[in-house]
């Protein structure tokens, strides 16, 4: 069906600046990937985010692939993980062998917590998955407290809350990884696909270029002929002395030319999604039924807007916003241990009540940085109106 507000797959658009960096690239960039740009880019991340190393890759997932090479798993070691995520989140940790133990979330904050995290802690955990979910940055100075008495690897899965921060520290900038989207979805966008890893460890930092580009890298003896045998050479990037396979998950030129500006405006992005979002919560306070987390300070940077329906009617108010209104809800993130893949993979058993809660009751609004001030004001006016008949009909 057609609606009139859909849950559109992209975000933003684009200023004329962005688009003039876009149409520079493409004339000037030589190479197409791997130059100056992406160095530029990483470069101007770093200076951002406040860490020392951060690499651009193709997509968050290619990212988080990174990572889990990097922790190193023995087979059985368990990896705590929150259950109510993108599955992005954590297979490719369970591909490298990890057990998943699935977090519940907090019912508020709709994250997990250095409680949730503590209460799934075994004699063979090794790293946490935390996932700043919505665009609300967890409790980090906590979780890297228990981290440390435990000596778990943290990942900080900052997929949606690039720019969001807690006592005065940006997502990501915590834990021993920190993982970045610029999918079509996110706060900013390089062009639908994009991803930067960020790493804390000098170590990792001196092998992810090989581990991502092929294992491309200089041979250890002069050539008195450049090409030969070869322009360079290809090996293993070595950890711990493991030797580790490597990838191709680059980011081209023209995305980093473009995530260079879109730097220059994630934040006032943020701060508009923000304020949208406080006043469409606010202006919904007598509908105590449809609870949101409101938070007015950059520890969110409402990525997405999802509420809670607590009085059972979630289904019915979805399908009369879309049918008579026009207007597209959805329901996000089903809990990881409820699909059949990792049912099938034997990872199905969960305790995760508010989880389970959560998304059995949970609407995600359409909330796109595009949408115009008449697009709020008529989905406000909508979701009120649904509201009054759903209590009429009480």
């Not at 130059?35 to 880019?41: C, I």
């Not at 968050?60 to 705590?80: K, N, P, R, W």
């Not at 799934?120 to 665009?135: E, Q």
């Not at 690039?162 to 920190?178: C, L, Q, S, V």
Request: aromatic fraction near 12%; glycine fraction near 6%.
């Amino acid at each position: 069906m057609k609606f009139i507000l859909p849950f559109s797959g992209r975000s933003h658009q684009y200023c004329e600046e962005e688009i003039s960096a876009v149409a520079t690239a493409m004339r000037d960039a030589d190479p197409l990937t791997q130059g100056k740009y992406r160095t530029e880019f990483e470069r101007k991340f770093c200076d951002y985010n406040g860490v020392e190393f951060a690499y651009t890759t193709c997509n968050a997932t290619a990212s988080l692939e990174m990572a889990a090479q990097l922790c190193q798993f023995s087979h059985g070691d368990d990896i705590i993980i929150p259950s109510h995520t993108f599955t992005a989140s954590a297979y490719p940790f369970l591909k490298k062998g990890a057990r998943p133990i699935w977090a519940d979330i907090d019912l508020t904050t709709r994250v997990i917590t250095a409680e949730s995290i503590r209460k799934c802690l075994t004699a063979r955990s090794k790293a946490i998955v935390v996932v700043h979910l919505y665009g609300f940055i967890a409790d980090m100075p906590a979780i890297m407290e228990l981290a440390r008495e435990h000596g778990l690897i943290v990942i900080e899965d900052a997929a949606q809350a690039i720019g969001t921060e807690i006592e005065g520290r940006k997502a990501g900038a915590f834990g021993d990884f920190g993982v970045f989207s610029f999918h079509s979805h996110k706060n900013i966008t390089t062009l639908g696909e994009g991803g930067m890893l960020v790493v804390k460890n000098p170590e990792y930092a001196g092998i992810v270029p090989m581990l991502r580009h092929n294992g491309h890298c200089a041979f250890d003896y002069p050539r008195e002929d450049y090409w030969i045998p070869a322009m360079g050479n290809v090996d293993f990037p070595i950890l711990n002395g493991q030797d580790l396979w490597p990838n191709n998950y680059c980011l081209g030129e023209i995305e980093c030319a473009l995530g260079i500006k879109l730097l220059d405006r994630i934040d006032s992005i943020n701060d508009k999604k923000r304020e949208r979002a406080m006043w469409f919560i606010d202006a919904l306070a007598d509908f105590p039924e449809l609870e949101f987390h409101r938070v007015d300070t950059r520890r969110h940077n409402y990525h997405l807007l999802p509420a809670r329906m607590t009085n059972g009617k979630r289904d019915a108010f979805i399908r009369k916003m879309a049918l008579q209104k026009g207007v597209q809800c959805v329901v996000q993130y089903y809990p990881l241990n409820r699909y059949d893949m990792y049912q099938k993979a034997g990872f199905g058993a969960a305790d995760c009540p508010n989880a389970d809660l959560f998304f059995d009751n949970m609407i995600s609004f359409p909330f796109h940085h595009w949408m115009s001030e008449a697009d709020l004001e008529y989905m406000l006016e909508a979701s009120r109106s649904v509201l009054t008949q759903l209590r009429l009909q009480a």
